[in-house]
């Protein structure tokens, strides 16, 4: 009963392929988003979708492409992978509040590592 | 701006110490104020947030508005405390992080 999966746990492959990481939430929450978690630990927002729409999108190159099916569901997809697409990927959901206390239910992570 | 800053990368201490670690934001608006917690091979979690006023595994944290802070606080460490902690004002911005050390 994981609140909030995401898939593959690890991922290795060769710079300027493409990959996907896939996420789910069984916890009702309406809004899903991406991080990502570099080397040195920082935490940057990636993408926000709310109601399968998307609402943050952050400097992000057009390589990432989120892709919200449904609400339960937020997946990554990633062209032409580069060195510096290393990291570890987060999925989270919350609810969408404005000026509530909303907590962000965060997924295992994916690491992600381009050789 | 919207920032938000914990100026200590590694904060070591001894089980028993008191602890605390730094949060300085920027922020346009009222922020939420939340501290997440990721212990090792875990993932991030909600460790404790402004509104609720609670102390969870004995930590608290205080909003200081003059001085745009929300230190987190714990009188004695344990070891299983050690993990990296994240300040953050809402959603989408978080600090860069602290790792808390506790050694027996």
């Known amino acids: 009963d994981t609140a909030v999966s995401q898939t593959p746990k690890y991922l290795v492959t060769q710079m300027g392929n493409d990959k996907s990481i896939k996420c789910e939430q069984n916890?009702?929450?309406?809004?899903m988003y991406w991080y990502k978690q570099d080397s040195k630990k920082f935490l940057k927002i990636m993408f926000s979708y709310n109601n399968k729409e998307l609402i943050i999108n952050e400097t992000v190159p057009n390589r990432f492409s989120p892709k919200s099916p449904d609400k339960a569901h937020l997946n990554l997809h990633i062209n032409s992978l580069e060195l510096g697409d290393s990291a570890v990927y987060f999925c989270?959901?919350?609810?969408?509040?404005?000026?509530?206390?909303?907590?962000?239910?965060f997924g295992e992570g994916s690491r992600l590592t381009v050789l | 701006a919207q920032r938000v800053t914990q100026p200590e990368k590694l904060l070591s201490v001894f089980k028993g110490a008191p602890v605390e670690l730094k949060c300085n934001y920027s922020y346009s608006g009222s922020p939420e104020l939340f501290w997440y917690v990721q212990y090792s091979r875990q993932r991030l979690q909600l460790l404790l947030r402004h509104i609720s006023r609670e102390s969870i595994k004995g930590f608290t944290a205080d909003l200081n508005k003059g001085e745009t802070s929300f230190h987190l606080k714990k009188p004695f460490a344990q070891e299983e405390d050690s993990a990296m902690y994240y300040c953050?004002?809402?959603?989408?911005?978080f600090g860069t992080g602290t790792r808390l050390q506790v050694f027996p």
């Open positions: 916890l009702g929450h309406d809004t």
């Open positions: 953050a004002p809402d959603k989408l911005i």
């Open positions: 989270a959901s919350s609810l969408w509040t404005s000026g509530g206390s909303g907590e962000l239910f």
